[in-house]
């Protein structure tokens, strides 16, 4: 009989250590330990991951609707600080970005993938959630294709557009995320074709365009009317 009793004893405690394994909280309240929500009236996992007493720590899966398995982010809370690093997934498991938050905003250096591919298709910098540095884009065999700078969410500076070959074709300058300063245009040669200022994202002064290499034309901007 003590054998039996202690037998059913066993199997209770099974049974309610099973029913805390996912969902349980803390003295006050808190989550605490291995939670998995799932969407409403359905079987698809929503997410799941570790809490401590509330705050979320290491790996935690978020799926869609039609994920099934295969989550389409992933991200890793941090013990010590309020730091998140991120990563989302096609429907086949690729990487489509990476990169770290803190709270909702993008931080540091995140870095974008090819469809289908682990080849980097762009790089780009954040500081509190705005674009702030280097942006830089890739054709799939690895040429830089785009060249800008941002600081404060705002493109600034000098932007270089080029060629699958590495040939420059386009170059601007930029003041307050609007065209300002010197302009060229070039062929796939990388002869020079067009030249010009913009003014507050508006041509400005004279425009120079070249045929073969020497100047055919000049244009003045802004275009004067024709008074009759």
């Not at 799926?63 to 991120?86: C, E, H, I, Q, R």
């Amino acid at each position: 009989m003590r054998s039996i009793f202690l037998y059913c004893v066993f199997v209770i405690l099974a049974i309610s250590c099973y029913g805390q394994e996912f969902n349980a909280f803390d003295a006050e309240g808190k989550r605490h330990g291995r939670w998995q929500k799932k969407y409403e009236n359905s079987d698809q996992i929503r997410y799941e991951g570790t809490f401590e007493h509330g705050k979320e720590v290491g790996e935690f899966k978020f799926y869609k609707p039609t994920s099934g398995s295969s989550p389409t982010a992933v991200k890793t809370f941090s013990k010590t600080n309020d730091s998140v690093k991120v990563r989302y997934f096609t429907k086949k498991g690729k990487v489509i970005s990476e990169g770290a938050m803190i709270n909702k905003d993008r931080v540091g250096k995140w870095t974008y993938y090819h469809n289908g591919s682990d080849k980097i298709m762009m790089t780009e910098q954040y500081t509190s959630g705005k674009l702030n540095g280097e942006q830089l884009t890739y054709f799939e065999n690895g040429q830089l294709t785009e060249k800008i700078s941002y600081v404060e969410g705002k493109r600034t500076g000098k932007r270089t557009m080029y060629s699958e070959s590495g040939v420059v074709l386009k170059e601007f300058i930029y003041e307050n995320d609007k065209l300002h300063g010197l302009t060229k245009y070039y062929d796939t040669d990388g002869t020079l074709i067009i030249e010009g200022n913009y003014k507050k994202d508006r041509k400005d002064g004279i425009w120079k365009y070249y045929k073969n290499g020497k100047l055919a034309e000049q244009k003045l901007f802004p275009m004067q009317k024709r008074g009759y």
